[in-house]
């Protein structure tokens, strides 16, 4: 996993922990042309959530979660929607600025490609922010019901 940003750090007051992916079905609404088409494609779809977490000193001082819906047949990702993040905890010298816009290839094709960063800065004074952070997620997602992943700071 890339630890970037380690190497601007003090290594011996920062700790990263990186959580595994975690996917999990989803129920399929069914309509008549639907319960067609899955009996000649079983389409399924799929709930998949990583998270990026920064700890100092022994304690975390932010977390950022993203989570996207998905669908496949086997063959292709046929749907990609309910693409989101999410804030998990924040340490009160950390505030969330917000998350960039999802970059993401067309579904229909063997992968889908959806990455998103977010900004977190440091202000542990009234003087102002000391440092930025800016964790990342990039979820692959494979016409073939998987999903992989690649996350850092």
Known sequence: MDKAGLSELDPTNTTWKFSEVETTAAPVSKSAVLTAM????????????????????????????????????GFRVTSRHRDFPSVGYVDFTYHYRGADSIHAND???????????????????????????????????????????????
């Not at 494609?41 to 975390?60: D, G, L, N």
């Open 38 to 73: 899955m009996n000649l494609t079983s389409t399924r779809c799929w709930i998949t959530r990583a998270e990026v977490q920064k700890w100092s000193f022994a304690t975390q001082s932010f977390g950022w979660k993203r989570q996207v819906d998905w669908c496949a047949d």
């Open 107 to 153: 579904v229909g094709g063997w992968q889908v490609r959806s990455y998103q960063s977010a900004t977190f800065e440091q202000c542990p004074t009234h003087l102002g922010c000391t440092n930025s952070y800016r964790p990342w997620i990039e979820f692959q997602l494979h016409g073939n019901n998987t999903a992989t992943h690649a996350k850092g700071i």
